[in-house]
């Protein structure tokens, strides 16, 4: 799968944005589908998943009640709608796909995207 975010920029504390991505290839309703994200000089973490079907999706603690994870097999879309946005969601977000489940961490999926950097300031 070949992967394309967008969307990313510089928003004030407080407001909101939504990130896109968009995969290439047929069986995109066949793949998990993630976020990450990686502020400077930290590691990579995760921030949400949602199922193939889109009927199932998780998040980390720090954007869980903020952050929405949604997806449009249709048109090989996912999206994070990012909302009460905060100087510490600065980074670089990216997307990426498994075959299959769920997963947290980083070392199971294979596909990733370029990047989009958001940037939280005022």
């Known amino acids: 799968e070949h992967m394309v975010e967008s969307g990313g920029g510089l928003v004030q504390p407080g407001g909101s944005l939504r990130l896109s991505c968009g995969a290439s290839g047929s069986t995109f309703s066949g793949y998990a589908m993630a976020w990450f994200r990686q502020a400077p000089g930290r590691e990579r973490e995760f921030v949400g998943v949602?199922?193939?079907?889109?009927?199932?999706?998780q998040y980390s603690d720090s954007v869980k009640g903020r952050f929405t994870i949604s997806r449009d097999n249709a048109k090989n879309m996912v999206y994070l709608q990012m909302n009460t946005l905060k100087p510490e969601d600065t980074a670089v977000y990216y997307c990426?796909?498994?075959?299959?489940?769920?997963?947290?961490?980083?070392?199971?999926?294979?596909?990733w995207g370029q990047g989009a950097q958001v940037t939280v300031s005022s």
């Open positions: 949602i199922s193939m079907s889109g009927r199932g999706t």
């Open positions: 990426a796909a498994r075959v299959s489940s769920f997963s947290e961490r980083k070392d199971d999926y294979p596909y």
